[in-house]
């Protein structure tokens, strides 16, 4: 299995009898390393769902999801959290970003909730808020940050250790165009590093970032885009 | 595309020669609008007609020539840039009409028509976000051609959304009789 997820006839129902709600039906979905994925549709159309199945933080009603080749279904509670905390970043629209620690020690908590030695998380967290431009800002509290600053500590966070899955979710929901852009470069650079990204959204500007797009409609797949053509043809007309 | 007034732009600057205007037009518009040097040459005759522009009276008629934009240049070029584009008539869009016929004709799935529609915009987007992933980020021209062009595709596919948000509401709503159009609908498909 070369996908670092394969999610395949997932299905999520809430509630039983005339309360029951199907929010998510019969779902297939690979994504490969190095690959970013879009996920569009309305509202209530499964779409956080699909994140939060994808990201063992609930569990499908039937159905096989598997990440860097662990069948989730099979896991303990134990396990399923090691793997959240080793190989899942996650990245949310308000950000979610602890306000009481400074943007290195909110990168570096993960880590050392999974056992890395303090100095060495943070000398990791230190090298991860470089990379993103944030090293004048490492001892800064959230409140302190901007909007597109919090965000890409969310993404430093997200991405320290060896996390080979990025899932978002309306990643730059909150933000004005030329951030949002910036932030999902920066997931586009995650995917060239080998992480496989996964990002749903409303917002079809974020989704045409993507490799490839799926489109939700009440809890099931109902179409994709085609493999992407080169951009050569559109710019040699006159007018669209 | 006003040629006429992205000349008296590039001529703001300074004195030009033809040649240099031409490539100039090309460059600062993400080269997405070829402009070819008879054109330039001829608007730069209406230009100097109007008074607008001012040309060497020496270097014939060749890419030689170097041209000057005059005050009333100035003042014409300043005009333009703030009144608004002639935009106010909504233009004829033949994916609203589609969409309208759509709801007219049985056994038709307008949400799935409306899908179509979708997943090509997006596709198209793509390509743009493309172009725009492979430029450096210090090609102002280009990346902003192109985000005009993202912004207008995004605007056709929100309204996508809501006619399919409306849509479910209407089903949600009415029993399943025949569909009447309503005639402001009726009157909407007549006037195009």
């Known amino acids: 299995m070369t996908a670092m997820l394969q999610m395949r006839q997932v299905s999520k129902v809430y509630g039983s009898g005339h309360t029951e709600v199907n929010a998510l039906r019969d779902v297939d979905l690979a994504v490969d390393r190095g690959e970013m994925v879009a996920v569009m549709g309305p509202s209530g159309s499964g779409k956080s769902t699909l994140l939060t199945i994808a990201g063992s933080l609930e569990e499908a009603t039937s159905g096989d999801v598997w990440v860097d080749g662990a069948d989730l279904s099979g896991m303990s509670a134990d396990d399923r959290a090691r793997l959240r905390r080793r190989s899942i970043g996650y990245v949310f629209q308000d950000f979610n970003l602890l306000p009481g620690l400074t943007a290195s020690e909110n990168v570096s908590l993960p880590l050392e909730l999974d056992g890395t030695d303090s100095g060495r998380a943070q000398e990791t967290a230190f090298q991860a808020l470089r990379d993103l431009g944030l090293a004048d800002r490492t001892g800064h509290f959230p409140d302190d940050l901007s909007g597109g600053e919090q965000q890409r500590v969310a993404i430093a966070r997200a991405m320290v250790g060896n996390r080979r899955l990025l899932l978002a979710d309306e990643p730059s929901g909150a933000l004005d165009t030329v951030n ?27 989704a045409a970032w993507a490799d490839r797009v799926v489109f939700l409609r009440d809890g099931r797949m109902v179409d994709r885009t085609g493999p992407a053509p080169g951009p050569e043809s559109l710019l040699a007309g006159p007018e669209q | 595309m006003s040629v006429r007034h992205a000349l008296l732009a590039l001529l703001s600057e300074g004195p030009k020669f033809g040649l240099r205007l031409q490539r100039e037009f090309e460059s600062r518009t993400g080269e997405v609008w070829p402009l070819n040097v008879g054109q330039v040459y001829t608007t730069l005759q209406r230009l100097e007609r109007d008074g607008l522009v001012e040309s060497d009276e020496e270097g014939g ?8 934009i005059t005050p009333d240049g100035h003042h014409e070029l300043e005009a333009w840039l703030r009144t608004p584009p002639a935009d106010e008539t909504p233009p004829r869009d033949e994916l609203v009409i589609k969409v309208l016929v759509a709801l007219q004709v049985p056994g038709i799935d307008v949400a799935d028509v409306i899908q179509a529609h979708r997943r090509h915009l997006v596709e198209l987007m793509q390509r743009y976000t493309h172009v725009k992933a492979e430029t450096a980020e210090g090609d102002l021209g280009l990346s902003l051609v192109v985000d005009a062009e993202l912004f207008r595709l995004e605007g056709v596919v929100r309204w996508l959304d809501t006619a399919d948000v409306r849509l479910s509401r209407r089903e949600v709503n009415s029993a399943p009789t025949s569909p009447e159009v309503p005639s402001t609908t009726k009157s909407v498909l007549e006037r195009r």
Do not use: F
Not at chain 1, 180 to 198: F, H, N, P, S
């Open chain 1, 180 to 206: 949002g852009e910036t932030v999902i470069r920066l997931l586009r650079d995650a995917c060239k590093m080998g992480m496989a990204v996964v990002v749903v959204t409303h917002d079809a500007q974020l």
């Open chain 2, 61 to 68: 008629d060749g890419p030689q020539k170097g041209y000057r």
